[in-house]
């Protein structure tokens, strides 16, 4: 019985809301959320235009009917509620359905309970739950964005609902309004909480497949099955090894072509190439090579098989790699046209993507049916390993590579007798490839430098041979290579792998943004038990996961930098004069009698008659009442007072300051028809 | 009295604040988006400064009494002008009652109102006690606190005026006639002047009249009557104690219309005080500071239907 009184205490209408600024900040909020949705393709602009007509107009209706809301609308409303509720769960539990497409029917949920729901928002608690309903909105948006650009919408939400929050202060407190200096000191303690949240907080991470995409982009079909595309801008051109006056894709590295010409670089500019939200960041894999021949390396031995059946594919265990390891889920959203490779961290067991087949080979590269181009969204679930050193130092020898896969992982084109020699003058303490690897790695670290801005080597040349034994300046081809090959030297399996680096971290979007200069080369090293461990000599620090906070500052460091000081600092200083000024003029507080005075004043300047000098207050009124017509004589009444209080000392009680002050605001504001209804109220 | 400041009615605002946070940490958790994140942080900052924020704003709020009468009657309407730094919501606590809004609602409005409230039992009060209030600055959550506020001075809250006790006004007039007669004209002529609006026309002297030419009435000297003494033996009941003194205030109130000179003699925290009184007013604060007679409350019961030996 509790309970039941509890819910019926809980049902009982609340007192009518009067103000028409709460319900107006209210209708911008919701507008502002339904916006962002719209802009995020979650509900067409028809739809949004008209949910937006239909809240305005609900919200109009509310209003009128705010004192005795009709019964008849708050059952069509809980009729709406309950068929569109209804439908959100026949439409996400449908057999035909993909779970991933929960959140287009929840938008049109929340957008719909919004829309019926503003036909019946008499009290102060009603348009708090628009307030809370456009949040879950924004929520459903914000899970789809990926630039900055919707930080527009987040900016005008935010504030309408600020604006409607302190609307509700002033409703509930009759009154109530905060001073600007205090509003500023209540928004900056928002801030700061929400601030001090973001960076302690670690970044939420995805750890359902519920919200996992697949999306075609402008790429189009390529002509030969499992050959690699995306050249010269063009996502369906095949591609060509790179060559020294060949041209530079977009996200063009010249290693996405089927081999890697380690002689050459090329100039690969910041464009933005793909987008990536993972749970942690990992080298994203694009291909791996086992084949050197002194110049390039190429991919032999692998067999590739072609995977036929729904997204998502179910991708056969990489060689070396078993179930365990931490999940990780990362979807792709392709920026500009790049190479037909599905690009993954590494040991990808699952993939979601746009087509009905793809290329896989047991070297862990997945080669897309279709051209990558703008708009392309794939997701990809990889089981990481990521052992210890101390595993690794002891990584038994149970598991062994197949002959094939360990002699082409062994394979060098000729002998190596100084590299072999170095190799083992290096390495001569050490008694596991672990040590192995990372004395080589810090041996490089120690002697050799990264540049790009070297001439490419000439024809012939064997890149390790030049590079470890020249002037030991190179990239992250011939640094990589040249450690592949002293591994290989000293019998340790070994494979070249290239891809992307994670790129940098954007906290705001949650996303790495992968540039076209951070394609990048690698070595893998296989350890028993483990499978293929990556290494990166050309980074010698290891890279660090990037705490939010972190990364959050080193972005607004950078933003600060970009910011230009001049018309900024222009801009401030008008506002820093501005903002004095309009201290210094209302710093002074204004009597009730001033006040009047000030509003009576205003009035009669909007009706073209401004005081004159030498007009008296009675007078100056007096002629306001006989402009305005009304012939009640509400100036005048409130002239007497003033005039008494100016020059004959006798003040008023302050309630009636305060009604008098009240009656010339109205009188200012020309609700002649609010004063009338004031002075004769209706029993 | 505590600073700190107490939650009202908590429940609801914090399951909301949580149910929604939840729901956005489950979107956030699945989708992964830092905008969600962003968002969520923003949220959660307005829910925080919205549920605890009053909490402070309360705690440093300054509120005192800027006016306030010195004489006032139980059950009526006394006017008492509050300046607050803040939007407050003030409800008053006992002997008074009242609700109000008061403080600054705009940047130039004076933060000085006058809230009407009610004591609802007779004493002498130097302080006030209230219940302050506020949700500012986004009406999520009430957080009131209490505090005693001094008055500026000490005020006298007279009991309210009950019905005279009849005994005594007719024990010189047992036959009923002149139950409700109150004797207006008593004296000893001393002169007469001219009539003034006001004046009894059983006092109109024809004879001096006649001899003046215009409306003339008797001057009556007062009477020298001994004055009527009153005890006023309180109770230990309050609300018996408050009845009494109203019976009291009302008999006395009769007296003085009768013109009678009016000896109280009362109980106070200082002692027996047997003094006259001049007027209502003065009455009610007399009864106002009147307290209990613990020693004689023995008698009080006899004397339960008058209150008067």
């Known amino acids: 019985m509790r309970t039941l009184e509890a819910i019926k205490r809980a049902n009982r209408p609340g007192p009518p809301e009067h103000s028409i600024r709460l319900r107006a900040a209210c209708f911008f909020t919701v507008t502002a959320a339904i916006a962002a949705c719209a802009s995020m393709g979650e509900v067409s602009d028809a739809a949004a235009f008209g949910a937006i007509g239909l809240v305005a107009l609900g919200m109009v209706f509310s209003y009128f009917t705010r004192r005795h809301p009709p019964g008849w609308v708050k059952i069509v409303v809980a009729a709406a509620a309950i068929g569109v509720s209804v439908w959100f769960v026949h439409a996400v539990s449908a057999p035909a359905a993909d779970v991933t497409s929960v959140e287009d029917p929840l938008t049109v949920l929340l957008v719909s309970v919004l829309v019926v729901h503003s036909f019946h928002v008499p009290s102060r608690r009603d348009l708090m739950f628009s307030l809370a309903a456009s949040a879950g909105l924004m929520a459903v948006a914000g899970a789809q964005a990926i630039d900055l650009i919707f930080g527009f919408y987040v900016v005008a939400w935010a504030g309408c609902t600020v604006w409607g929050l302190i609307e509700m202060w002033a409703s509930a407190s009759d009154g109530g309004r905060l001073a600007p200096t205090r509003l500023g000191i209540v928004l900056a303690t928002v801030i700061a909480a929400a601030a001090a949240i973001f960076l302690v907080l670690p970044a939420p991470q995805v750890a359902a497949k519920l919200n996992l995409l697949a999306r075609a982009g402008d790429g189009g079909s390529i002509g030969v099955p499992g050959a690699l595309a995306g050249d010269a801008g063009s996502p369906s051109q095949l591609s060509r090894p790179g060559t020294p006056g060949g041209p530079t894709r977009v996200g063009g590295y010249l290693g996405f072509a089927g081999s890697l010409n380690t002689a050459l670089r090329g100039n690969l500019g910041d464009t933005v190439v793909m987008l990536v939200r993972a749970q942690r960041p990992s080298y994203w894999v694009g291909e791996t090579f086992n084949t050197w021949n002194g110049e390039s390396w190429s991919a032999t031995d692998s067999a590739t098989q072609t995977l036929r059946q729904q997204s998502p594919f179910v991708l056969p265990l990489p060689l070396g790699s078993n179930a365990s390891g931490q999940t990780d889920l990362q979807t792709f959203y392709v920026a500009n046209s790049t190479a037909n490779l599905v690009f993954h961290a590494q040991s990808a067991t699952e993939l979601w993507f746009p087509s009905s087949k793809i290329y896989y080979s047991t070297d862990d590269t997945i080669v897309s049916p279709i051209g990558l181009g703008k708009g392309a969204i794939y997701s990809v679930e990889s089981t990481v390993r990521t052992p210890t050193a101390g595993q690794l130092r002891t990584a038994g020898s149970d598991e062994q590579l197949p002959a094939a896969v360990e002699a082409s992982s062994l394979q060098l084109p000729h002998a190596y007798p100084r590299v072999a020699a170095l190799a083992e003058k290096i390495t001569a303490g050490d008694t596991n490839n672990y040590d192995k690897v990372e004395s080589l790695i810090a041996w490089m670290g120690a002697h050799t430098h990264y540049s790009t801005d070297i001439p490419p080597l000439p024809a012939g040349a064997d890149t390790v041979d030049e590079f470890l034994f020249g002037n030991r300046v190179g990239f992250c081809e011939q640094i990589s290579t040249s450690l592949a090959v002293m591994l290989r030297s000293i019998g340790v399996p070994t494979r070249e792998a290239v891809g992307y680096v994670p790129g940098p971290y954007d906290p705001i979007t949650d996303l790495y943004q992968v540039r076209a200069n951070d394609a990048h080369a690698w070595v893998q090293v296989w350890f028993p038990g483990f499978g293929w461990q990556s290494f990166d000599p050309t980074a010698v620090v290891p890279l660090a996961n990037p705490a939010p906070g972190t990364a959050a500052l080193a972005y607004i460091g950078h933003a600060l930098r970009r910011i230009p000081i001049v018309p900024v600092g222009g801009a401030l200083l008008t506002f820093v004069v501005a903002a004095t000024f309009l201290h210094w003029r209302r710093s002074r507080p204004l009597t009730w009698a001033e006040r009047i005075a000030w509003s009576a004043e205003r009035a009669g300047r909007r009706a073209g008659r401004p005081r004159r000098p030498d007009e008296t207050f009675s007078e100056y009124a007096a002629t306001l009442d006989d402009l305005t017509g009304s012939g009640s004589g509400a100036w005048r009444e409130l002239a007497e007072p003033v005039e008494a209080s100016a020059y004959g000392g006798h003040h008023p009680p302050p309630e009636a300051q305060r009604q008098m002050v009240r009656r010339a605001r109205r009188l200012r504001a020309g609700r002649q028809r609010d004063e009338d209804r004031d002075l004769h109220p209706v029993a | ?309």
């Open chain 2, 1 to 309: 009295m505590s600073r700190l400041a107490r939650p009202s009615r908590n429940a609801a605002p914090v399951a909301v604040a949580i149910a929604v946070l939840g729901i956005w940490w489950l979107v956030a958790h699945n989708g992964g988006s830092g905008w969600v994140q962003a968002m969520g942080d923003v949220v959660f900052g307005t829910l925080f400064i919205g549920i605890l924020g009053p909490a402070v704003v309360l705690t440093c709020a300054k509120i005192n009494i800027v006016s306030a009468p010195v004489d006032c009657t139980a059950g009526t309407p006394a006017d008492i002008s509050f300046a607050a730094s803040t939007r407050l919501r003030v409800c008053a606590r006992t002997p008074f009652e009242g609700e109000a809004f008061v403080g600054p609602v705009g940047r130039r409005q004076a933060p000085e109102h006058a809230v009407a409230l009610v004591p609802q039992r007779r004493g002498v009060l130097d302080f006030v006690t209230l219940d302050i209030a506020t949700a500012s600055p986004f009406a999520l959550q009430w957080w009131t606190r209490r505090v005693l506020l001094p008055l500026p001075s000490t005020l006298y809250v007279a009991p309210r005026g009950g019905r005279p006790d009849s005994f005594h006004l007719r024990a010189h007039d047992d036959t009923g006639a002149a139950i409700d007669w109150v004797q207006t004209d008593a004296g000893q002529p001393r002169g007469a002047r001219p009539y003034q609006p006001g004046d009894s026309r059983r006092r109109v002297h024809w004879s001096a009249t006649a001899h003046a030419g215009e409306l003339m009435v008797r001057e009556l000297e007062r009477p020298s009557a001994e004055p009527v003494t009153l005890t006023v033996v309180l109770p230990q009941d309050p609300q018996e104690a408050d009845r009494v003194a109203e019976r009291a205030l009302g008999t006395i109130t009769r007296f003085l219309e009768r013109g009678s000179n009016v000896l109280l003699a009362t109980l106070e925290a200082s002692g027996p005080v047997t003094a006259s009184v001049a007027d209502r007013r003065g009455a009610g604060r007399r009864l106002a500071r009147a307290v209990a007679n613990a020693s004689a409350n023995a008698n009080a019961n006899a004397n339960a239907d008058t209150g008067y030996p």
